[in-house]
């Protein structure tokens, strides 16, 4: 039989999120196949994504006794089941890293046991794609070595900030939300391209390129206001658009679209830490 760690990484949670992650370490390089052990409830999506990746599977047990760090991407009423289930397996050293979204790390804790290195995460769906914008948070038993492997393995997906946990309802708010407001405004643009004369599928991919160059640039550049001066002329095509936006009240509504996201997740956090 296997002896412990004889992997650096496992999976538990082959879904869209956990999926995307895991690609992501492959694909730069972070993990060889070798190195992975990947478990999910559903057998056929697991069976599917160890075939994609060439991976190993394993049940959850010896999927912990055999992995270095444990990555937990199930759903947070999944949770109190499965870490009494490996609880008597997990070790001390072992760092757990959980994406579950509302599950505070003191709660983990509880289900876990004390004293374990464990990393909060807040991902977003664009790291199917490579470029999430993910927050984490950890516990004081986490190592520096530790945190460093985890930044290191967000970054292969995109954009990851370490934050106090007591920001990650914002952050849930703003980039956990955000790509369903920014599609929501891509939409916005591309019907405004159709309605002045651009067909439907030039209009989607002119405005999703703009999104993606905008973003580029303020990561590269500077702040949102210095792109939007650079663009506005006066009296041109830019500015009575955007004299029009202000009218109705756009800014003020995506402001407070971030902020109720933010509250409802902090709402789902208390209800998780109570259940």
């Known amino acids: 039989m296997a002896t412990a760690t004889t992997c650096r990484l496992g ?5 869209n999120m956990g999926a995307a992650l895991l690609r992501g370490f492959l694909q730069h390089g972070l993990l060889r196949p070798q190195e992975v052990l990947i478990c999910d409830v559903e057998p ?3 069976q599917a994504l160890a075939e994609e990746l060439d991976v190993k599977t394993a049940t959850a047990r010896s999927l912990v006794q055999r992995c270095e760090t444990v990555l937990l991407a199930v759903k947070p009423q999944s949770l109190p089941t499965l870490l009494e289930d490996l609880r008597d397996v997990l070790r001390p050293e072992q760092l757990v890293i959980s994406i579950a979204a509302g599950v505070s790390l003191t709660w983990l804790g509880k289900l876990i046991g004390p004293n374990t290195p464990l990393v909060r995460v807040m991902p977003n769906l664009l790291c199917t794609v490579g470029e999430s914008a993910s927050a984490f948070v950890a516990t004081p038993e986490t190592t520096k070595e530790q945190l460093q492997w985890v930044e290191a393995l967000l970054r292969a ?4 900030l370490p934050v106090e946990e007591k920001l990650l309802d914002a952050v849930t708010g703003l980039s956990g939300s955000g790509p369903a407001f920014a599609a929501l405004f891509c939409e916005a643009l591309a019907d405004g391209g159709v309605a002045a004369g651009l067909p439907r599928e030039m209009a989607v991919r002119l405005a999703a390129q703009t999104l993606v160059g905008t973003g580029q640039w303020i990561l590269s550049q500077g702040a949102p206001a210095q792109l939007k001066d650079a663009v506005t002329s006066p009296q041109g095509t830019t500015i009575a658009g955007l004299e029009v936006l202000e009218r109705e009240g756009v800014r003020g509504a995506v402001l ?3 902020l109720a996201a933010a509250r409802r997740s902090a709402e789902l956090a208390r209800d998780s830490d109570q259940s």
Do not use: F
Not at 11 to 15: D, E, H
Not at 157 to 160: I, K, R, S
């Open 11 to 15: 999976l538990i949670g082959a879904g």
């Open 44 to 46: 056929q999506r697991q």
């Open 157 to 160: 997906v995109g954009l990851a």
């Open 256 to 258: 407070q679209a971030v």
